[in-house]
């Protein structure tokens, strides 16, 4: 059972760039516990939708609250798992894995056993003295999951995470990121293009329009963490292709 005050909320939230409206009366709610899965066509607001609550964008109207109140950016821990997989290319992997730490100024000693813990959980642990260059996407990606979930997250934005990587790895990584993120169970938004991968990784999930992005469809989601060969996964699939094929013309 979600507590209002730990929930996310938007209401009636729009943007618009110049005389282009992006998003469009964007309402929805998420708690702890939960992974909103988002798909929608390209351009349709849903990376714009992410950088307003990672507050990157503050040209919007309706209302964001995060807790009961308004998102407090320096107090509240918002993390952001990109497809670029946001890592410097000069520091080690365990120095990636600590920078946000260092950026909050909190004592990494403090954090330790959360960070043995993630790169354990990852697989990682052996790779804590090479740097970026010398890692595969899917090394880079568990990189970039740890250095997010040492924090204690108050929200966890994904921006199509997983898309640059093969089909193998990709579903590998998926694996390792659900593991972790069932340990503490951050209110979770993550976009994705694809219908399979919002399906295994949401516990709901959201059909967007084409630009103005809105909400067409919310589906509490029957398959989440089911095996990609069960049925249900299968149905759940199904139903969300006949609606995108109905709201996207084909597309």
């Not at 990709?170 to 399906?199: G, M, Y």
Request: glycine share 8%; net charge positive; hydrophobic share 40%.
């Amino acid at each position: 059972m979600f507590l209002a005050n730990n929930m996310l909320s938007l209401e009636k939230v729009s943007m618009r760039y110049d005389t282009q409206e992006v998003l469009e009366n964007i309402s929805f709610s998420a708690g702890n516990g939960e992974i909103c899965s988002f798909i929608g066509p390209s351009g349709c607001g849903k990376s714009t939708m992410l950088n307003i609550l990672a507050g990157n964008i503050r040209q919007y109207t309706g209302v964001v609250s995060l807790k009961g109140g308004a998102i407090d950016h320096r107090a509240m821990s918002i993390g952001l798992i990109a497809q670029d997989y946001g890592l410097l290319p000069w520091k080690t992997v365990l120095g990636n894995i600590v920078l946000p730490l260092k950026i909050k100024r909190l004592k990494v000693a403090d954090y330790k056993q959360k960070i043995d813990f993630a790169m354990e959980k990852l697989g990682i642990s052996q790779l804590s003295k090479r740097y970026p260059n010398q890692l595969s996407g899917g090394q880079k990606q568990r990189v970039a999951i740890a250095k997010t979930f040492i924090m204690d997250l108050n929200l966890l934005l994904m921006d199509e995470p997983f898309s640059a990587l093969d089909a193998i790895t990709r579903e590998e990584t998926q694996e390792f990121f659900l593991d972790i993120w069932q340990q503490n169970k951050p209110c979770t938004l993550f976009v994705t293009h694809s219908i399979e991968e919002a399906v295994f990784l949401g516990t709901k999930i959201f059909i967007f329009s084409h630009s103005p992005g809105k909400i067409v469809a919310e589906i509490a989601n029957p398959a989440f963490l089911k095996s990609r060969a069960d049925a249900e996964f299968f149905k759940t699939c199904s139903a969300i292709r006949e609606i995108i094929q109905k709201e996207w013309g084909g597309t």
